[in-house]
């Protein structure tokens, strides 16, 4: 029992793991009771057993096992971290449980799996189990079929997800093993159960007698609707509330359930899809052509196998779709049409809505083909008819079936109607809206009257169908003039329809028929409905009529029997009232008489008609007041307006009577039930009396309220009719001027735009010019609600007229149309139609459907088309043309266009960009020409231009987006969004596409009312395109994903993400919250409610989308200067100037004649918008070859905001004489307004740039004339142009330096050259180079001139991208064809000569012996000698020097002296301030040149330079050392790649962003190639500062500078983080950073993340997640002692300084924390003395009291966590590392230790040596003398291998230090000579650094910084000249140094081969202490000032270091060593 009694004592977690089986029995059997006994879920004692939940299922004893089943059972079901552990539990049930002999263990095993669901964790559960079934033991399957039989029995088919089930199913039946089969059966009767026939499909090819078997159990089984009877945690109130209801015997939720349980399978949703077109018979074409009809059949029959596949895969069936059309179109075999049909069946049922797009094509054909008798192929083309009718939607086939109504065939008649009654009960009354039903009944009504018995039928059978789906009183107004007979047969046959309509729930099989139809959501929700009347129901829409005022629903229902009765009855009672006033029979005179004197005194109604006026008047001022004081219900207003027309009634002659007469009108018409009959009494009255001029006024009023009662459209089309039919002009023109009014106070909704444009037309040819111009005014209303679309119906009027039309049309641009004030009060409950959704669509496309459209489908021949596809792209584009061609000519056209879909189609990919173009600009005609119409070609032409959004040329793109939202605006997005194709789009994995894409999702769906079916499709591809590695895709799909939220809600988003891997469903997740955040609502539908949007019930189609901002804005008066209003006021205040300029308001700054005021205004931040919408994409990008009319229109729109009005008029005046006027005002405003001049810059020189196109010479000089002006304000300003607009001007400028008159060629040199005072030389060269190319040799001269005199003002550096580069550019010229060009050339080369001397034959490369001659020649004749750098520029712009040295960010002022940056006080101090510009060549970089340097060592002596060394090394008094105490010549020998780098390194620091991004780049392409990589061997503590550095510069200055463009710091941080990352990732060089430097850059890395206002920036979030990513590299890859150690001193500082942040420091501890995780694997790694030296001295500085002092825990605790894991990994071991702590009391380390020792001895139980115990303290002293021997012989192991051999000799030291009586000389005596004097020589280096250290005075030049820092005791401050690791230098890097040299000459004795380098040795001191921040700053600066004084070759000792080190004293010896070395070197040389 020994045994017993250890395990006993364990702790129940340990037990558990115990190898001992009765030991994990118990500790089963404990766990099971504490589990039991834990009643809060969240307890942390679950997450104790986290780990070994797996262990106990898993148990290798049976009957262990049993009893680790049913703790994990309860752990699972009540631990709330259980679902961590599901893969790895269920995946050992599976394993482990489900093969065991005992039924309970299975039982539990289920349970567990059972729970798991339960828990939320279902995937989860359902992978592992099906992985299960691939095992071979069919135990396991068996059990894992019955597990999911028992899930889904329980939890039922919503959880449990059937069709990876089903997948497997058959493959299950095969099985061998019979109980497999038996359970596979089973599984499959529980899943009939949830889906019932859909699984019939899926099992079709099972063995037979297996299907008949299950057939028998299928009929078993009850029919009611299963319900689940367990339910997840989150459902459990669902549960409760079930239970509730059974109780209460209510079973009406079971209905609803069922509703949305039985249709949410569709059987083919469960098939797997198959590929045809690949197993197509590969003759098939061939075949399909054949002359013999049997041959033709052999090819058919072969589709016909084929697509019986009920699922087919997507893929282009374009052709096969064509041959099959063909054989039913030509084929004379009828056998042969009707199998063709058959295939086409096949292919609609198979691919679905992917047929969709084929349908089109297709179904004019087979229509046409009914004329067929024969009635097999009748049937199968009704088949086809209708399978493909469900593949896509009425409305996209409605014109090819319309048309082919008008057919004289009788039969083709009957079969089309037939079809249509068909589609219809496919409908509902949302998806049959009134615009369609409307053709489809006017058709079907001649078809009512034909002379064919089958054709009226089947007419009266469509026209019955579709009363039936919407109700009679949508088709009523259809039916008007159908006489009774037929009305009552329409309604007959209505009746008998209701058996299909009707869907019961028996009709499953229907159902699934309606799934894949879009848009029929509707019709489930009315499924279960007794009353198919209620089909109407969805109709109006909850979101549309949520207002209704009087019971809207009962009236709905309330009549099931009679579906046929009086239309109104039925209908909701809001229009009720409306038909009643409607049918308000005319009264008789008398009864008007008689219902008036009732209401009015008796005295009115005798005087109404007196002959004396006053008695009149009188009787008026009494009618009034009657009419005043009366009820509204008690009112008649017939009656009292009869009495009105009364004689003299409209006749009345006294003005006075009249006024109050019309007053009397408005107010009937305010106050009754004022009817339409009323209206027409008087409307005839007020028409005539509206131009009176006393009285019009009073009519007007009248009017509109009569529009007020009667609705604005109906009262509209009276007046308009009344006005036109009589011949008084004036009452024309002020009815058209009411009717101006009348819209905007009204909306457009539901006008008739058709009979007002006819008054129009006749208005605008009226002689009156008042009639006229209130035409045009009217037409300018109009524009604001039609848009564009409404010119078309004037194109052929005068052309002056035209111009007028189309100025007013100009005055409306950019205007939103008012907000409705009137109309909408009175009728929110009682609104003008039923369905509002339809009506904005029907209001658009009335202007469009009045068009007269062309036929243009006979010009397409199959010439064209096979034109436009032919080889050779002349021809091709011949085509393209012939094709614009005929759409211009024919305007507008009909959706029938032939095969030119295709042919355009195969364009769009063309491999020819500009024929790419064309198409698209083609097809952006075509959307335009056919208007709405083009809806039925989105499938097949709009997605294939989508694709195009994915070229990788811009303006191609550009093209295409423009095309996609030319078409989008014709469609509307429910087109695009239907079906998987938009979602098929951006799953490719192409950036352009993505980022295109969903911008252009983002701008249109916040635009949508309804939410699209089909967008969920999307989702998973836009969560890709979230962690897309394109930054651009990135950003773009999180500025969609609040548009995507916006419509489907963040429960199906969040759902969605299931399937995603976890990291990354977590970081969607956090976007998702944050995107819920911003989710913009859903724009509400046009509801009749007062609180409508902006723009009111105008048609959203004719909507701005500016109208909801601008909406708002457009009343204010004060022009404020904000960008989006100041477009608006512009507006607003033209209107007012035109009421009149009585009235005196601000806006009249801005009047016409009004020219004073500023021209520019300061619009703030208005040009970084301009730049951000330009970058994303908003607007077009300033790049053409030719302006095109939208980029002129764009700037218009642009600087609307920021230019006066009437500035902006002359500079886009047609005439050139205005632009001189604009040119010279802007002279004049040049000096005066130069904030504004710079505010709008870049718009400034677009428009200029548009004038380098005119052909005006005048024009042209002013332009250049003014430019030079303004860029001398620039210079003087100290502007720097932006990188915006300098690609936007500079190249237009090019162009005209090739101009051939002189004086605007010297012009445009001028300003080129006062350009480079703006806008640095160096980014001008590559626009001038681009200019070089030109095809105008003028130009290809005089810019070769302009790159020499850039090259002489500026030096090489200029040379972009590299000097090399460049000049093979330039030397190619010199054998243009044209003498100036070649002059140019060469004497530009001559000129690089003169500055950089012979080394330009190297840069030229090879030329032609022609070229080269002619080049030596002239440089012989130039004759210069080269000169030194030029120095020129230094003196001559001086404004330019500074602001590269101190500030190149945009800064105005002069160099900013406060800069924290230490590197500009480097730069500035280093002689030349063009530092950065200029390079002596020597030091130039020569990329090339380090390429291909593979490091080989030159074995030829280094030409050793003589130095007197006794004056460098005067004995003691040396300042310390300096790293560049050494010939520069010796880094020669380095190779030059290393000064490079230093260089480069060097630049990373830059103030300058673009210098600094430059410089990470190189490093990048460094560091990429890993053969390149190990150049930065040796740098990495240099660069790591350089980057810190940055870092720094970032926080302090760029971030807090306004002017700087917060995306170039997001660049600038994206450089330095993919820098380190990739850094980090090469572990050889992570390794090499050095303590003190990876703290500054966790110090760096930190502050970033915390930094708030990073959080702010768009792509902040990304910046710091990527942060994150660096730190977990930081931390894993870094030399773990270093990093381990620098964390530690970097939590002591956070802690020490007051100012840190607690978050900070908890940052710091996290990371401390992962570092404790990796411990383990990395502990033999670590050199743990140090650690814990660290740890000492943290535990120095902050005792025990002092942390529990601080607020948080955290640092306590953290300690204490590392210090116990080093504890449980080393074991009692730990105490030997503590040899480098010289006063161990110091700290409560050791004591801290033993106590841990201690207890983890308690705890393992063993006998603890009491003397251990006791002695701890001493333990080192009271070794064995065995023991020092191990000891001993571990340090001298370390010495002798390379890697640790600095770590040996210091513990070596430290060890004789301590035991100073200790005996080495036995390790010593058996190693060779040379090892024992290298580690003598070693020991006496550390000696010498120790004592030297020791003995520096504490006061000795510590900065007043180093007070902060954390190291204790002045011994050790660390000298800050160091190496590389920051840390002290003594003479031994100089001995290193020479060993090199030693080497290389081949001096090294060949016993030193295997001596380890010194530098490792002794460049560490033996104590390694982190260098303070300061420390390391001044040392690297010291270093990066060296390497770019190396370049500019500055005088060695110029340099004076800031080092605030300390002096280190050296030992002469050393010194004289040396020197005797370095003279054997020489003598050796001799």
């Known amino acids: 029992m020994g045994d017993d009694s250890e395990w006993m004592k364990l702790p129940v977690d340990q037990k558990c793991e115990h190898k001992l089986w009765k030991a994990r029995l118990n500790g089963y059997e404990e766990a099971l009771k504490i589990f039991q006994k834990i009643k809060d879920e969240k307890s942390p004692e679950w997450s104790k057993f986290l780990g070994l939940i797996k262990k106990f299922v898993t148990d290798s004893n049976a009957v262990v096992q049993l009893k680790g089943l049913e703790a994990a059972l309860v752990y699972v079901e009540n631990a709330h971290v259980a679902g961590k552990t599901t893969g790895e539990v269920v995946s050992g049930v599976v394993s482990k449980v489900f093969n065991q002999p005992k039924a309970k263990a299975k039982e539990l095993g289920i349970e567990i799996c059972l729970m798991y669901i339960e828990i939320e964790k279902g995937e989860a559960v359902q992978e592992e189990l099906l992985k299960g079934l691939d095992s071979k033991?069919?135990?396991?399957?068996?059990?894992?079929?019955?597990?999911?039989?028992?899930?889904?029995?329980?939890?039922?088919?919503?959880?449990i997800l059937l069709k990876p089930i089903i997948k497997v199913l058959p493959k299950l039946f095969e099985s061998r093993e019979k109980a497999v089969r038996d359970e596979a059966k089973l599984i499959a009767v529980e899943i009939y159960r949830w889906i019932r026939d859909a699984l019939r499909p899926p099992l079709q090819n099972i063995n037979s007698v297996q299907l008949k078997e299950l057939e028998e159990e299928w009929v078993k089984l009850p029919t009611g609707a299963p319900r689940p009877t367990r339910f997840l945690r989150s459902q459990q109130e669902l549960e409760a509330k079930l239970e509730q209801q059974q109780s209460a015997g209510g079973d009406a939720e079971g209905g609803g359930d069922d509703g949305d349980e039985v249709p949410q399978i569709d059987a083919y949703e469960l098939l797997e899809a198959v590929e045809i077109l690949s197993k197509l018979p590969k003759d098939f074409y061939d075949k399909i052509e054949a002359k013999k009809w049997q041959e033709r059949k052999e090819a058919l029959e072969a589709v016909e196998v084929l697509v019986k596949n009920p699922k087919l895969e997507a893929g282009d069936y374009a052709d096969l779709v064509k041959a099959l059309k063909k054989v039913v179109g030509k084929d004379t075999n009828v056998m042969l049409v009707a199998l063709a049909a058959k295939c086409l069946t096949g292919l609609a049922v198979g691919l679905r809505k992917k047929f969709g797009q084929y349908a089109g094509h297709v179904v004019p054909t087979i229509l046409e083909k009914f004329k067929e008798k024969k009635p097999h192929v009748v049937q199968a083309l009704q088949e086809a008819m209708d399978a493909i009718f469900l593949t896509t939607t009425l409305q996209n086939i409605s014109e090819d079936v319309l048309a082919v109504m008008d057919n004289k065939n009788p039969t083709i008649k009957q079969q089309t109607s037939l079809f249509i009654a068909r589609s219809f009960r496919h409908c509902t009354a949302s998806t049959l809206p009134k615009s369609l039903l409307k053709p489809f009944c006017a058709a079907l009504l001649k078809h009512i009257n034909d002379s064919a018995p089958e054709v009226r039928d089947a007419a009266f059978e469509a026209l019955g169908t579709a009363l039936k789906v919407v109700g009679e009183k949508v088709v009523n107004p259809f039916l008007v003039d159908v006489d009774k007979l037929k009305l009552d047969k329409i309604r007959e046959c209505s009746e008998k329809v209701e058996l299909v309509h009707g869907k019961k729930a028996g009709l499953a099989a229907e159902k699934k028929e309606f799934k894949p139809v879009p848009g029929r959501t509707a019709a489930s929700g009315a499924a279960g409905d007794k009353d198919t009347k209620d089909i109407s129901a969805p109709k109006p829409g909850p979101l549309k009529k949520a207002p209704a005022t009087k019971a809207g629903g009962p009236p709905k229902k309330g009549k099931p029997t009679a579906p046929g009765g009086p239309g109104s009855a039925g209908t909701k009672n809001k229009k009720g009232l409306e038909t009643k006033e409607i049918v308000e029979p005319e009264l008789s005179l008398e009864v008007c008489e008689e219902k008036a004197s009732a209401v009015l005194p008796a005295t009115c109604i005798q005087l109404l008609d007196s002959s004396n006026w006053k008695e009149r008047l009188a009787c008026m001022e009494e009618f009034q007041k009657a009419v005043e004081l009366m009820d509204r219900t008690d009112m008649p207003c017939q009656a009292l307006v009869r009495m009105l027309a009364k004689k003299p009634g409209w006749k009345e002659t006294n003005f006075q009577v009249m006024q109050m007469k019309l007053h009397i009108v408005a107010l009937i018409a305010q106050k009754g039930h004022f009817s339409k009959t009323s209206a027409q009494i008087v409307l005839d009255g007020l028409v005539d009396k509206i131009g009176d001029v006393k009285c019009g006024n009073n009519a007007k009023e009248a009017m509109t309220a009569i529009a007020e009662a009667c609705m604005l459209p109906w009262t509209a089309e009276q007046v308009m009719s009344m006005a036109f039919s009589q011949k008084n002009p004036k009452n024309q023109s002020e009815t058209l001027n009411w009717l101006s009014n009348a819209i905007k106070e009204f909306g457009f909704s539901g006008l008739n735009v058709k009979a007002f444009i006819s008054n129009v037309k006749t208005a605008l040819a009226a002689t009156n010019p008042a009639v006229r111009t209130s035409a045009i005014t009217l037409l300018g209303v109009m524009y604001l609600y039609v848009g564009p679309s409404l010119r078309m119906f004037f194109e052929d009027e005068k052309p002056a007229l035209l111009s007028q039309i189309d100025a007013e049309f100009e005055k409306m641009q950019g205007q939103s149309p008012p907000a409705p004030t009137r109309g909408i009060s009175k009728h929110s409950s009682s609104g003008a139609d039923e369905e509002d959704g339809d009506e904005p669509d029907d209001g658009g496309n009335d202007v469009v459907d009045l068009l007269p459209r062309t036929?243009?489908?006979?010009?397409?021949?199959?010439?064209?088309?096979?034109?436009?596809?032919?080889?050779?792209?002349?021809?091709?584009?011949?085509?393209?043309?012939?094709?614009?061609?005929?759409?211009?000519?024919?305007?507008?056209?009909?959706?029938?266009?032939?095969?030119l879909p295709t042919a355009l189609k195969g364009r769009l990919n063309d491999s020819n960009k500009i024929l790419v173009q064309q198409t698209l600009n083609i097809l952006q005609q075509l959307a335009v020409a056919m208007g709405p119409n083009i809806k039925q070609h989105v499938k097949n032409l709009g997605i294939p231009i989508i694709t195009v959004l994915g070229d990788s040329k811009n303006n191609v793109r550009a093209a295409a987006l423009a095309t996609v939202n030319a078409w989008a605006e014709q469609t509307g997005m429910k087109e695009w969004l239907e079906g998987?194709?938009?979602?098929?789009?951006?799953?490719?994995?192409?950036?352009?596409?993505?980022?295109?894409?969903?911008?252009?999702?983002?701008?249109?769906?916040?635009?949508?009312?309804?939410?699209?079916?089909?967008?969920?499709?999307?989702?998973?591809?836009?969560?890709?395109?979230?962690?897309?590695?394109?930054?651009?895709?990135?950003?773009?799909?999180?500025?969609?994903?609040?548009?995507?939220?916006?419509?489907?809600?963040?429960?199906?988003?969040?759902?969605?993400?299931?399937?995603?891997?976890?990291?990354?469903?977590?970081?969607?997740?956090?976007?998702?919250?944050?995107?819920?955040?911003?989710?913009?609502?859903?724009?509400?539908?046009?509801?009749?409610?007062?609180?409508?949007?902006?723009?009111?019930?105008?048609?959203?189609?004719?909507?701005?989308?500016?109208?909801?901002?601008e909406d708002s804005v457009s009343g204010t008066v004060e022009p404020k200067p904000d960008p989006k209003k100041a477009k608006a006021l512009g507006i607003s205040s033209k209107a007012k100037s035109a009421q009149g300029k009585k009235v005196p308001s601000k806006t009249s700054l801005k009047d016409d004649e009004d020219k004073s005021g500023p021209v520019f205004i300061v619009v703030p931040n208005g040009k970084e918008q301009r730049m951000k919408d330009e970058k994303g994409l908003k607007v077009l990008k300033w790049n053409f070859t030719t302006p095109r009319d939208e980029y002129i229109e764009q700037l218009k729109t642009q600087m609307s905001s920021c230019v006066a009005k009437w500035l902006q008029d002359e500079m886009f005046h047609a005439d050139f004489q205005h632009h001189n006027k604009a040119l010279a005002v802007m002279v004049d405003h040049l000096e005066s307004e130069k904030e504004g001049v710079i505010g709008c810059l870049d718009l400034i020189l677009k428009w200029l740039t548009l004038r380098f196109f005119d052909t005006n010479t005048s024009v042209l000089m002013k332009a250049l004339e003014y430019l030079k002006l303004l860029f001398t304000l620039l210079s003087e300003e100290e502007y720097h142009l932006t990188e915006n607009e300098a690609s936007s001007f500079i190249p237009y400028l090019i162009l005209k330096v090739g101009e051939p008159k002189d004086v605007i060629r010297k012009d445009v040199r001028a300003i080129l050259n006062r350009m480079c005072l703006v806008y640095p030389a160096s980014k001008m060269f590559p626009f001038i180079m681009e200019g070089t190319k030109s095809k105008n040799s003028k130009q290809r001269a005089e810019c070769l001139e302009e790159l020499g005199c850039l090259v002489e003002s500026y030096g090489m550096n200029v040379c972009q991208p590299t000097p090399g580069k460049a000049l093979k550019e330039i030397a190619i010229h010199i054998g243009d064809r044209d003498n100036a060009v070649r002059n140019a050339a060469l004497n530009t080369i001559v000129t690089v000569y003169n500055v950089h001397g012979d080394q330009v034959f190297k840069l030229i490369g090879t030329l032609s012996e022609k070229d080269m001659s002619m080049l030596e020649e002239r440089i012989k004749r130039s004759a210069k000698r080269p000169a030194a750098a030029p120095v020129k520029q230094v003196e001559e712009k001086p404004q330019r020097t500074q602001s590269i040295s101190s500030n190149a960010n945009m800064l105005r002022k002069g160099p900013a002296e406060d800069m924290s940056s230490k590197l500009n006080q480097a730069r500035s101090m280093s002689g030349h301030p063009e530092a950065a510009q200029m390079v002596r060549r020597e030091f130039q970089l020569d990329l090339d040149e380090i390429e291909n340097d593979n490091g080989t060592v030159r074995c030829e002596m280094p030409e050793l330079v003589q130095h007197k060394l006794d004056d460098i090394f005067e004995p003691v008094l040396i300042p310390e050392p300096k790293i560049r105490a050494v010939s520069p010549h010796f880094d020669d020998m380095h190779s030059n790649t290393a000064s490079t780098i230093n260089f480069i390194i060097s630049q990373v620091a830059s103030g300058d962003i673009n210098t600094s991004i430059q410089a990470l780049t190189q490093i990048d392409e460094v560091l990429r190639q890993e053969d390149k990589a190990e150049a930065m061997s040796g740098h990495i503590d240099q660069f790591l500062i350089a980057t810190f550095m940055q870092l720094r510069l970032i926080y302090n200055t760029h971030m807090a500078d306004e002017k700087l463009d917060k995306d170039e710091i997001i660049k600038l941080y994206s450089c330095i983080i993919g820098n380190m990352i990739s850094l980090f990732q090469i572990e050889s060089l992570a390794r090499e950073a050095s303590t003190g430097v990876l703290k500054d850059l966790m110090h760096g890395l930190i502050t970033l993340m915390l930094d708030s206002r990073i959080e702010d920036l768009e792509e902040g979030q990304q910046v710091i997640r990527s942060v994150n990513l660096l730190v977990v590299k930081v931390l894993e890859k870094s030399d773990q002692t270093n990093i381990l150690s620098a964390l530690l001193v970097l939590l002591q500082d956070s802690l020490l300084a007051t100012a840190s942040s607690p978050k900070f420091s908890e940052l710091v501890m996290k990371c401390l924390w992962r570092m404790v995780r990796l411990l383990p694997d990395t502990i033999n790694s670590i050199n743990l003395d140090r650690i814990l030296l660290d740890i000492h001295i943290f535990m120095k500085v902050f005792p025990k009291e002092k942390l529990k002092q601080c607020k948080s825990e955290f640092p306590i605790r953290t300690l204490k966590t590392l210090l116990h894991t080093l504890c449980k990994l080393k074991g009692p071991k730990i105490l030997d590392h503590l040899t480098m702590i010289d006063n161990k009391n110091e700290s409560e380390l050791e004591a801290h230790l033993c106590r841990m020792m201690k207890h983890s001895m308690d705890q393992t139980g063993?006998?603890?040596?009491?003397?251990?115990?006791?002695?701890?303290?001493?333990?080192?002293?009271?070794?064995?003398?065995?023991?020092?021997?191990?000891?001993?012989?571990?340090?001298?192991?370390?010495?002798?291998?390379?890697?640790?051999?600095?770590?040996?000799?210091?513990?070596?030291?430290?060890?004789?230090?301590?035991?100073?009586?200790?005996?080495?000389?036995?390790?010593?005596?058996?190693?060779?000579?040379?090892?024992?004097?290298?580690?003598?020589?070693?020991?006496?280096?550390?000696?010498?650094?120790?004592?030297?250290?020791?003995?520096?005075?504490?006061?000795?030049?510590?900065?007043?910084?180093?007070?902060?820092?954390?190291?204790?005791?002045?011994?050790?401050?660390?000298?800050?000249?160091?190496?590389?690791?920051?840390?002290?230098?003594?003479?031994?890097?100089?001995?290193?140094?020479?060993?090199?040299?030693?080497?290389?000459?081949?001096?090294?004795n060949t016993k030193q081969d295997d001596r380890p380098p010194l530098t490792s040795l002794l460049s560490k001191p033996a104590v390694p202490t982190v260098a303070s921040s300061t420390d390391m700053l001044h040392s690297k600066l010291s270093q990066l000032r060296e390497s770019r004084e190396q370049h500019q070759h500055s005088d060695l000792d110029s340099n004076q270091t800031h080092s605030s080190g300390s002096m280190t004293t050296s030992s002469t010896a050393n010194i004289d060593d040396l020197k005797k070395r370095l003279e054997r070197i020489k003598s050796s040389r001799k």
């Open 1806 to 1948: 063993s006998k603890a040596d009491k003397e251990t115990e006791k002695g701890a303290s001493r333990i080192d002293e009271k070794s064995s003398k065995a023991k020092v021997n191990d000891f001993l012989a571990e340090i001298f192991k370390k010495i002798g291998s390379k890697e640790n051999t600095k770590e040996g000799l210091a513990e070596l030291y430290e060890y004789k230090k301590k035991y100073s009586d200790a005996d080495i000389e036995p390790f010593l005596k058996n190693s060779s000579q040379f090892f024992q004097s290298y580690v003598e020589r070693g020991l006496r280096v550390i000696e010498m650094e120790r004592e030297g250290k020791g003995r520096i005075p504490t006061s000795t030049g510590i900065s007043p910084q180093m007070e902060v820092t954390c190291v204790p005791a002045p011994t050790s401050t660390v000298s800050s000249t160091g190496n590389t690791n920051g840390e002290e230098v003594g003479p031994s890097v100089y001995l290193e140094r020479l060993k090199i040299l030693r080497q290389r000459c081949g001096l090294d």
């Open 137 to 159: 033991n069919p135990k396991i399957i068996v059990a894992c079929i019955e597990t999911l039989r028992k899930a889904l029995s329980e939890f039922g088919s919503k959880i």
């Open 980 to 1109: 998987e194709d938009l979602s098929e789009e951006l799953k490719k994995e192409n950036p352009f596409l993505r980022q295109e894409l969903l911008g252009w999702l983002a701008e249109k769906l916040p635009t949508l009312r309804s939410t699209p079916t089909d967008l969920i499709l999307c989702v998973p591809h836009l969560y890709s395109c979230l962690e897309d590695r394109n930054g651009d895709v990135r950003k773009k799909a999180q500025d969609a994903l609040p548009f995507f939220m916006m419509h489907l809600g963040y429960e199906k988003m969040a759902k969605a993400t299931g399937k995603l891997k976890p990291t990354s469903k977590d970081q969607v997740l956090a976007m998702l919250e944050k995107a819920k955040a911003n989710m913009p609502a859903k724009p509400a539908a046009p509801a009749k409610t007062t609180s409508k949007p902006a723009g009111g019930s105008a048609p959203a189609k004719f909507q701005p989308a500016s109208a909801p901002v």
């Open 855 to 899: 036929e243009i489908s006979d010009k397409i021949t199959s010439e064209l088309v096979s034109k436009i596809g032919d080889k050779n792209w002349k021809i091709r584009k011949e085509g393209l043309d012939e094709v614009a061609g005929i759409i211009n000519e024919a305007k507008f056209i009909q959706p029938h266009i032939g095969e």
